[in-house]
């Protein structure tokens, strides 16, 4: 009696363990776009979740940890004499982990460089470890996330004559890498403000666009980067951003990067971002400061 | 003696910093309950919040058997004390009324959302939206249970 109770029950457990997951598997399939807006920030340069320059904590998407998020960007940058054009996909599952595919080309407008064209491909992976940067506002805890970006550059375009077809020419030690980085971003309510600091251990010069490692260094060195973000309202916030970066090349006294950012989310479909950038001059063959505007779209959910 | 004068005048003045920083701190307990326009602010802006809840496919449903007059009652309440004014909020605690709601994230942030589009509409600055949302933010703790 008591046994045959005891598997009553038992069937009963795995019958109604067996049906919440199907309701659950059912409310996976689902995105249900249920974070708030804009806290899937928009998309960087390399294509993770953060802001225009640098990687956030903030997992892209608006997918709550029950759902899963995705979008599409396109970002393109244009300084006097240069510009970057990124395009590219990413996924937030379970507010918990962010896959991106990216793809960066950039190109040259000033003779002897105007028809250089460099492409590289950045495959990026993110993963929450701990915190809410949203909930937890009684604390100072951030939100914080580790990544990595695979980035494989894919050769020199345009400077055939000059038989330089690859970065390693340029004293680049390879023309492929690995970034990892840790993020932590905590939104301030009381405040209206969006804190990050990310911290990346990287090789890349010039993101990689001028290969991994150089002829002056050739080991991992850490970055800073940091954004400040003030949120007008929930569709609309400014702010600014700074990313360091490594002095790999001879060739290329490569500086940090600054911009000035708004970000317009007019829904939870799209958002709009507006900055200007400064990234310093790009190699020694033009001493120009390169200053210019940006603009990123994303689509998604 | 002009060492003690001194002195006296330091402690004066440390009196007077310290009695002036408690004064501002009382001040400003109650700011964002002064910049919410008050409990006749409050109601205002809770009332709207409640029909734009019942409104919202995503959440209504929970709120069918609810006494929504007694809910905006309690609303008001609560983020009347929250924001420190001069009220006690009278209901139960956020985990005991939410416990068998299997209230989820997107749940909560619909709830959080509504509440700003009612605040828009009665032209609380977003810094102000803000600042009260902070105070609710960590009760996702207790009402997220699923």
């Not at chain 1, 029950?9 to 309701?23: E, G, I, K, V």
């Not at chain 1, 990687?55 to 940890?65: D, E, H, K, M, S």
Request: glycine content about 10%; charged content about 20%.
């Amino acid at each position: 009696m008591q046994i045959s109770k005891k598997i009553v029950n038992l069937a009963l457990l795995s019958c109604s363990a067996a049906c919440m997951q199907t309701s659950l598997a059912q409310d996976m399939l689902k995105p249900d776009m249920g974070k708030l807006t804009a806290t899937g920030g928009v998309s960087q340069l390399e294509g993770a979740g953060g802001g225009g320059l640098t990687p956030w904590a903030l997992i892209t998407g608006y997918g709550t940890r029950d759902s899963y998020g995705a979008n599409a960007h396109y970002t393109q940058v244009n300084t006097q004499d240069y510009s970057l054009k990124t395009y590219g996909v990413a996924v937030g599952i379970a507010d918990r982990v962010e896959l991106s595919l990216a793809s960066q080309e950039f190109t040259g407008s000033l003779a002897p460089l105007n028809a250089l064209n460099i492409k590289q491909d950045i495959f990026g992976l993110k993963v929450k470890l701990a915190g809410d940067a949203v909930y937890e506002q009684d604390s100072w805890m951030p939100q914080i996330a580790v990544g990595a970006m695979y980035k494989r550059n894919k050769g020199i375009g345009g400077l055939g004559a000059l038989g330089v077809t690859n970065v390693k020419q340029l004293g680049a030690k390879d023309d492929s890498g690995v970034d990892y980085y840790v993020s932590a971003t905590k939104i301030l309510l009381e405040q209206s403000l969006l804190l990050n600091g990310t911290l990346r251990m990287t090789k890349a010069n010039q993101m990689g666009i001028l290969g991994f490692g150089g002829d002056k260094k050739d080991r991992y060195q850490p970055m800073l980067e940091t954004s400040v973000a003030y949120l007008l309202n929930r569709k609309l916030a400014v702010g600014a951003e700074y990313r360091m970066k490594p002095r790999n090349l001879g060739v290329d006294n490569e500086k940090d990067y600054y911009d000035v950012f708004v970000a317009w989310f007019p829904s939870k479909n799209v958002s709009v971002t507006a900055a200007y950038a400064t990234l310093g001059d790009i190699t020694i063959f033009n001493p120009k400061n390169q200053r210019g505007w940006y603009l990123s779209l994303q689509a998604g959910f | 003696m002009n060492n003690i004068l001194t002195h006296i005048s330091k402690i004066a003045i440390g009196f007077f910093l310290l009695s002036s920083l408690t004064a501002h701190a009382q001040n400003s307990n109650d700011a964002l309950y002064q910049s919410l326009g008050g409990k006749t602010g409050i109601s205002t802006f809770v009332n709207s919040f409640v029909a734009i809840v019942l409104e919202d496919a995503r959440i209504n449903k929970a709120f069918k058997e609810t006494d929504t007059e007694r809910l905006a009652s309690l609303l008001t309440e609560q983020f009347c004390e929250l924001s420190g004014g001069p009220c006690k909020y009278s209901g139960r605690s956020m985990a005991e009324s939410h416990k068998d709601m299997q209230v989820t994230n997107a749940h909560f942030n619909a709830l959080a959302e509504d509440l700003q589009i009612a605040m828009e509409k009665h032209d609380i600055p977003s810094s102000v939206q803000n600042r009260l949302i902070a105070k609710l933010a960590p009760m996702q703790r207790p009402i997220v249970t699923k």
